[in-house]
């Protein structure tokens, strides 16, 4: 709390805009740490005291690791070629879940956010990869895709 000059966790979370917990890392311990840190009260001291040994260890993530793994977290691994950018994804979560990102729930369904943002955001970029690849590498994959997609291979047979 000292490095990043705040007083609570709560109050990391919000200045920082992503969930607390990223703070430490992926390590399996952090959501004890987190409480022991707000309530130690609720602690045996000696749960506490084996606490503070792993605390003594660890090193906060910087800011940049922190948004990268919440990134990796939310968006689900075929939405990651995409290049998600963290402010609109932020601004969703706190539209559908609130404002404050230690409420958000872990792994949200993020499946309106990439049809909000598909035609003015990864569409042109999607066109733009489309347009640079050779005529018959693409009619390999429609054909790949046509086999594998019923949707995809029910629009071709309209067309």
């Known amino acids: 709390m000292r490095i990043s000059g705040v007083q609570t966790l709560s109050q990391w979370a919000v200045n920082n805009k992503i969930p607390v917990r990223f703070i430490f890392g992926g390590i399996s311990e952090t959501e004890d740490i987190l409480k022991a840190i707000e309530q130690p009260e609720t602690f045996a001291a000696s749960k ?88 018959e590498e693409l009619k390999h994959k429609l054909l790949e895709l046509a086999q594998e997609d019923e949707e995809l291979g029910l629009l071709f047979w309209e067309v």
Do not use: M
């Open 48 to 135: 506490l005291a084996s606490l503070l040994d792993v605390i003594k260890e660890l090193r906060a993530s910087g800011i940049i690791e922190c948004q990268n793994a919440f990134i990796a977290e939310t968006v689900p691994p075929k939405y990651a070629k995409l290049g998600i950018t963290l402010a609109p994804l932020l601004e969703h979560l706190r539209g559908k879940h609130g404002t404050h990102p230690n409420n958000w729930p872990r792994s949200p369904d993020i499946s309106d956010f990439i049809r909000g943002q598909y035609k003015s955001t990864f569409a042109p970029r999607i066109a733009e990869r489309i347009r640079s690849k050779p005529a």
